[in-house]
């Protein structure tokens, strides 16, 4: 996990005194919190249940995903053309609700997943003509909505999600296929190799709980209150991975 230095840690969670010279309160107001938060990441990776721990600890709007698709059984199903239909009523459902962002400087936005996404899945999903149709609407979209603060990019390996994916057992995911959850896996981490967009913290959940382990929750929350530039790694000291 990457630090700043300390005496800027210090001034960004303590008041400036009335009485500071002028180059102390300057130096205090370097770090401003983000105020539009995005989770992103694959299926069953956490992204709405920990988007709602954030929320709820920040006292922020939470945006949640639109989840009603009327083509999704039938691309599941393998239709043809389903596949473009579900995609495109994804992004209209999509663009519609992040147009209609407000932001204050008095609440924070904590939204489960980024617009981007979108184009992940239409690469993923599209044959070439299906997809030159659609960059146009997405380009034109895409040029029309703000752009998060700061990212959290959550990460598991296929193996991780495949058991999650089990032991949620939901209706709509019976058929995802393994074949199919390793391709989003590396169309995710081809994606945030090369993402400049805002900052982002990545965060490998395989050995990570925040909702059964309250210190890696806690340990998460207190990062976020720190400057976060470029792109950062989140490794709670007491995961596995830390103690190995």
């Known amino acids: 996990m990457f630090a700043f230095p300390v005496e800027i840690l210090a001034l960004s969670r303590l008041p400036t005194p009335r ?10 107001k370097l770090f401003d919190p983000p105020r539009y938060i995005a989770l992103e990441g694959p299926i069953r990776v956490g992204k709405s249940t ?22 999704l059984a039938a691309f599941y199903d393998g ?14 459902s999509r663009f519609d609700q992040l147009r ?49 603060d ?14 999650r994916l089990r032991r949620k057992n939901a209706p709509g995911e019976l058929a995802v296929s393994d074949d ?15 993402y400049t967009a805002s900052d982002l913290l990545v965060v490998n959940t395989n050995d990570i709980d925040f909702v059964e382990r309250h210190q890696d929750l806690q340990e998460l929350l207190r990062r976020l209150s720190e400057p976060i530039r470029g792109t ?5 000291l007491g995961s596995e991975a830390a103690s190995a």
């Open 19 to 28: 009485y500071a010279p002028k180059q102390t309160r300057f130096m205090a």
């Open 50 to 71: 920990l988007s709602s721990i954030i929320a709820d600890r920040l006292h922020a709007q939470r945006i949640t995903e639109p989840e009603n698709n009327p083509f």
């Open 79 to 92: 239709e043809p053309g389903a596949a473009f239909q579900a995609q495109f009523a994804f992004l209209m």
């Open 100 to 148: 209609t962002l407000e932001r204050s400087p008095h609440k924070a936005i904590v939204c489960d997943y980024i617009f981007e996404k979108d184009k992940l899945f239409a690469c993923i999903n599209l044959n070439d003509t299906e997809l030159g149709v659609y960059n146009r609407y997405y380009n034109y979209f895409r040029e029309q909505l703000p752009t998060p």
């Open 150 to 163: 700061l990212v959290i990019y959550l990460q598991a390996s296929p193996e991780v999600l495949k058991k």
């Open 180 to 194: 199919y959850i390793e391709e989003i896996v590396k169309a995710y981490e081809h994606f945030f190799f090369h």
């Open 232 to 236: 950062q790694y989140f490794l709670p």
